[in-house]
């Protein structure tokens, strides 16, 4: 073992002086999990806008306004709203840049929905917010459509009367409207979203993607030895043949742990991706490395020489990669190929991710994609050793 | 010294090595032992089997039949105890370019159990002894050919090995760094240390080794030391003629001649085994121009290693 840790060690340090395999284990996916997430991704962050809000009015109509949409708003965190002490305040906050939009109620407002006579709420928005205005908007036409709705209430209620009713009695009227419920009600539901975001989904693929790259740099750098002349020095050592592929093992092994690490620390803090439960994430990605080193070494061992291998796993990685739906989502494709894409890791490793998104998910939700992806490393793994040891024990 | 090297146990006993490669027979039934501060010489052209019987002997190639001991030890593909003995340097350069020479040296030196403040002393020691302690810390890669091949036997040695196995440690390499191999591999002799060495440079056998196994096709053809193996063809000159022309037909009509023993042609001349070169030279002339071949040069040279191998094989050495 001690011997298997020598040459593993020796391995890792040539790795990390030739820069190809930093490019290939981290920089490359990292690199492209970004841009395809800044291309294709859209945006994953929360809607969060700032509204400026001024009440000339200071009616209890008003109040209702304040307390009603833009509390609404508040409180499901998709708005901040800074009260302004006047309209031009409101107005210069936008201009400021430090509100998105701003909304104005005019003096006399109230008064004159009372009396049934016209009156305009504004709206002042950034240009730069379009959005952010059309939601205030929204905002502002619901609670006129409420406000009139308790106006043709009472006038409903005024006109079945046989004599005009009292002050008194259209305030009560009115106090009721207001107070009625509606009979229809739309109730958010919380469900178990299981949705990984575009940015997760593309940091997710890369990395998968490029770890049959990294993974085959132990079976590689066997094939290597064996072309610049160093296997037979380490088969003359009193090391048993078995500490050679070992080693070779435990340099992928190692090397594949370390990129999947970082790349998910990485993508989790400077692109915002969400992988979900830890735990979770590192089973995936101890399966997930395990089944890339076993079907790398099963396809290198194939081949005789390090150039031959190293074309014939890029054919694999690639046509895995595109099966296994690292580039698209698989959902759009023929119901076929979402069953063919069972074969491939990759499909197993996204699969599991897509469980984690999930709030509640954590580690015992992914006993099928794990057992899948040890599965798949355990048995071509299991070939390519075996054929790997051939490589050092020449007959 | 001989009389020692006569009684002790012999550091390597190789006995009826067999080794095929499909139908193509590489080894066939090579025996040989090296008795401790010997050095011993396999001495025959490519191809001849001399790899292939070393990478039997250092455990690297699975054999067909045979037995190999070292230090008493039997040696296999899979022998841990025995390797331990075993020093070995390969034809090829077997060192990682992306690693400084002491790195090199500690990789190796780890794998053959050294550790700690022996394993830096040894590598010092080795550095020191092959004279790449100013350029230790460099990557190999920017290293000359001959320093590449000088820390190629440092490693060999780092074990403080019984018996050193050199796989024609000189192919590729320049005059100087030749012969400073050469030295190298004779100060390891004269320390005490059992040396396998094998080459297709006669001159190389016969400065260096205390005996020599001629091999060729895969078998020992005769083995001893200069002085027996010279003896097997008599005392007889060589005498290498320069020629174009009939070169098979005048090699036929010499040897004819009383006092010729072996005439054998090859590609741009004829070599000729003689009893006594100078007094025969004017007939050999003679003889040749009349069968239709042109003389262009004569050599006339004293038995050595090619004159036997010569003898033994038909052919020779660059062959």
């Given at each position: 073992?001690?011997?298997?840790l020598?040459?593993a060690?020796?391995?890792?340090?040539?790795?990390?002086?030739?820069?190809?395999?930093i490019?290939?284990?981290?920089?490359?996916?990292?690199?492209?999990a970004?841009i395809?997430?800044?291309?294709?991704?859209?945006?994953?962050?929360?809607?969060s806008f700032?509204?400026?809000?001024?009440?000339?009015?200071?009616s209890?109509?008003?109040?209702?306004?304040?307390?009603g949409?833009?509390?609404?708003?508040e409180?499901?965190?998709?708005?901040?709203?800074v009260?302004?002490?006047?309209?031009?305040?409101?107005r210069?906050?936008?201009?400021d840049g430090?509100?998105?939009?701003?909304?104005i109620?005019?003096?006399?407002?109230?008064?004159?929905?009372?009396?049934?006579?016209?009156?305009?709420l504004?709206?002042?928005?950034?240009?730069?917010?379009?959005?952010?205005?059309?939601?205030?908007?929204?905002?502002?036409?619901g609670?006129?459509a409420?406000?009139?709705?308790?106006?043709?209430?009472?006038a409903?209620?005024?006109?079945?009367?046989?004599?005009p009713?009292?002050?008194?009695r259209?305030?009560?009227l009115?106090?009721?409207?207001?107070?009625?419920?509606?009979?229809?009600?739309?109730?958010?539901?919380?469900?178990?979203?299981r949705?990984?975001?575009?940015?997760?989904?593309?940091?997710?693929s890369?990395?998968?993607?490029?770890?049959f790259?990294?993974?085959?740099?132990?079976?590689?750098?066997?094939?290597?030895?064996?072309?610049?002349?160093?296997?037979?020095?380490?088969?003359?050592?009193?090391?048993?043949?078995?500490?050679?592929?070992?080693g070779?093992?435990?340099g992928?092994?190692?090397?594949?742990i370390?990129?999947?690490?970082?790349l998910?620390?990485?993508?989790?803090?400077?692109?915002?991706a969400e992988?979900?439960?830890?735990?979770?994430?590192?089973?995936?990605?101890?399966?997930?490395?395990l089944s890339?080193?076993?079907i790398?070494?099963?396809?290198?061992?194939?081949?005789?020489?390090e150039?031959?291998?190293?074309?014939?796993?890029?054919?694999?990685?690639?046509?895995?990669?595109?099966l296994?739906?690292?580039?698209?989502?698989l959902?759009?494709?023929p119901?076929?190929?979402?069953?063919?894409?069972?074969?491939?890791?990759?499909?197993?490793?996204?699969?599991?991710?897509?469980?984690?998104?999930?709030?509640?998910?954590?580690?015992?939700?992914?006993?099928?994609?794990?057992?899948?992806?040890?599965?798949?490393g355990?048995?071509?793994?299991?070939?390519?050793?075996?054929r790997a040891?051939?490589?050092?024990?020449?007959? | 010294?001989?009389?020692?090297?006569a009684?002790?146990?012999?550091?390597?006993?190789?006995?009826?090595?067999?080794k095929?490669?499909?139908?193509?027979?590489?080894?066939?039934?090579?025996?040989?032992?090296i008795?401790?501060?010997?050095?011993?010489?396999?001495?025959?052209?490519?191809?001849?089997?001399k790899?292939?019987?070393?990478?039997?002997?250092?455990?690297?190639?699975?054999r067909?039949?045979?037995t190999?001991?070292?230090?008493?030890?039997?040696?296999?593909?899979?022998?841990?105890?025995?390797?331990?003995?075993?020093?070995?340097?390969?034809?090829?350069?077997?060192i990682?370019?992306?690693?400084?020479a002491?790195?090199n040296?500690?990789?190796?030196?780890?794998?053959?159990?050294l550790g700690?403040?022996?394993?830096?002393?040894?590598?010092?020691?080795?550095?020191e002894?092959?004279?790449?302690?100013?350029?230790?810390?460099?990557?190999?890669?920017?290293?000359?050919?001959?320093?590449?091949?000088r820390?190629n036997?440092?490693?060999?040695?780092?074990?403080?090995?019984?018996?050193?196995?050199?796989?024609?440690?000189?192919?590729?390499?320049?005059p100087?760094?030749?012969?400073?191999?050469?030295?190298?591999?004779e100060?390891?002799?004269?320390?005490?240390?059992?040396?396998?060495?094998?080459?297709?440079?006669?001159?190389?056998?016969?400065?260096l080794?205390?005996?020599?196994?001629?091999?060729?096709?895969?078998?020992?053809?005769?083995?001893?030391?200069?002085?027996?193996?010279?003896?097997?063809?008599g005392?007889?000159d060589?005498v290498?003629?320069?020629?174009?022309?009939?070169?098979?037909?005048?090699?036929?009509a010499?040897?004819?001649?009383?006092?010729?023993?072996?005439?054998?042609?090859?590609e741009?001349?004829?070599?000729?085994?003689?009893?006594?070169?100078r007094?025969?030279?004017?007939?050999?002339?003679?003889?040749?121009?009349?069968?239709?071949?042109?003389v262009?040069g004569?050599?006339i040279?004293?038995?050595d290693?090619?004159?036997v191998?010569?003898?033994?094989?038909?052919?020779?050495?660059?062959?």
């Amino acid at each position: 073992m001690r011997a298997a840790l020598v040459i593993a060690a020796k391995d890792l340090r040539q790795r990390l002086r030739d820069r190809t395999a930093i490019v290939v284990a981290v920089i490359a996916p990292f690199g492209l999990a970004a841009i395809f997430s800044m291309l294709l991704g859209g945006t994953d962050d929360p809607i969060s806008f700032t509204y400026a809000y001024a009440d000339a009015d200071g009616s209890e109509i008003t109040a209702g306004l304040r307390e009603g949409g833009l509390a609404a708003l508040e409180e499901a965190g998709i708005a901040t709203v800074v009260e302004a002490d006047s309209p031009d305040a409101a107005r210069d906050l936008v201009d400021d840049g430090e509100a998105d939009a701003a909304l104005i109620v005019p003096s006399g407002f109230g008064a004159a929905l009372v009396a049934g006579q016209g009156a305009d709420l504004e709206i002042v928005g950034s240009t730069d917010a379009g959005f952010a205005t059309q939601v205030l908007g929204a905002v502002a036409e619901g609670f006129v459509a409420e406000v009139e709705a308790v106006r043709l209430s009472v006038a409903t209620a005024a006109e079945a009367l046989a004599e005009p009713p009292s002050p008194e009695r259209f305030a009560e009227l009115a106090e009721r409207a207001a107070a009625t419920s509606s009979p229809i009600r739309v109730e958010p539901v919380a469900v178990d979203v299981r949705q990984m975001s575009s940015t997760t989904f593309y940091a997710a693929s890369m990395a998968i993607f490029f770890l049959f790259f990294t993974a085959q740099f132990g079976v590689l750098s066997l094939l290597a030895e064996r072309r610049v002349g160093t296997l037979p020095r380490l088969a003359a050592a009193p090391i048993p043949s078995w500490s050679i592929v070992l080693g070779k093992a435990i340099g992928s092994f190692v090397l594949g742990i370390v990129a999947m690490a970082v790349l998910v620390t990485a993508s989790s803090f400077l692109l915002g991706a969400e992988w979900g439960n830890p735990f979770g994430v590192a089973l995936l990605v101890l399966g997930a490395v395990l089944s890339a080193m076993g079907i790398t070494a099963l396809i290198a061992t194939l081949a005789r020489t390090e150039e031959q291998a190293g074309g014939w796993n890029s054919i694999v990685a690639v046509t895995m990669g595109i099966l296994g739906g690292t580039f698209f989502d698989l959902g759009q494709g023929p119901e076929a190929l979402a069953i063919l894409s069972r074969i491939t890791p990759h499909a197993w490793f996204l699969e599991g991710l897509d469980i984690l998104s999930a709030p509640s998910a954590g580690p015992a939700e992914l006993a099928v994609p794990v057992a899948f992806l040890v599965g798949i490393g355990l048995v071509t793994g299991a070939i390519g050793l075996a054929r790997a040891r051939s490589l050092v024990v020449r007959r | 010294m001989a009389t020692d090297r006569a009684t002790a146990a012999p550091i390597l006993a190789c006995s009826e090595l067999r080794k095929s490669f499909g139908d193509r027979v590489a080894v066939d039934g090579v025996s040989f032992a090296i008795a401790p501060s010997e050095t011993y010489g396999l001495l025959g052209p490519n191809g001849a089997g001399k790899t292939t019987t070393i990478s039997m002997i250092c455990g690297t190639l699975v054999r067909d039949g045979g037995t190999v001991h070292v230090a008493g030890q039997p040696v296999d593909v899979g022998a841990v105890e025995a390797k331990r003995h075993i020093g070995y340097v390969p034809q090829d350069l077997a060192i990682y370019p992306e690693l400084s020479a002491r790195e090199n040296l500690r990789f190796f030196g780890q794998l053959y159990g050294l550790g700690g403040a022996d394993l830096k002393h040894r590598v010092d020691e080795i550095l020191e002894t092959i004279g790449l302690t100013d350029r230790a810390d460099e990557r190999t890669d920017g290293f000359s050919g001959g320093m590449k091949r000088r820390l190629n036997i440092g490693i060999g040695l780092l074990n403080r090995p019984r018996l050193l196995v050199l796989d024609e440690p000189t192919v590729g390499v320049d005059p100087q760094s030749r012969n400073a191999i050469l030295a190298s591999v004779e100060e390891l002799g004269r320390q005490g240390m059992a040396i396998l060495y094998t080459t297709h440079y006669m001159e190389e056998a016969e400065r260096l080794c205390d005996r020599v196994g001629i091999i060729d096709s895969g078998q020992i053809k005769a083995e001893g030391t200069r002085r027996q193996l010279v003896g097997l063809i008599g005392q007889k000159d060589r005498v290498d003629l320069t020629a174009s022309g009939e070169l098979e037909a005048a090699a036929d009509a010499l040897r004819g001649l009383d006092g010729v023993d072996e005439a054998t042609p090859h590609e741009g001349g004829i070599g000729i085994l003689v009893t006594d070169a100078r007094s025969i030279l004017p007939r050999l002339l003679e003889v040749v121009s009349a069968a239709g071949a042109s003389v262009n040069g004569v050599e006339i040279v004293e038995p050595d290693l090619e004159a036997v191998f010569l003898h033994l094989t038909g052919r020779a050495l660059r062959d």
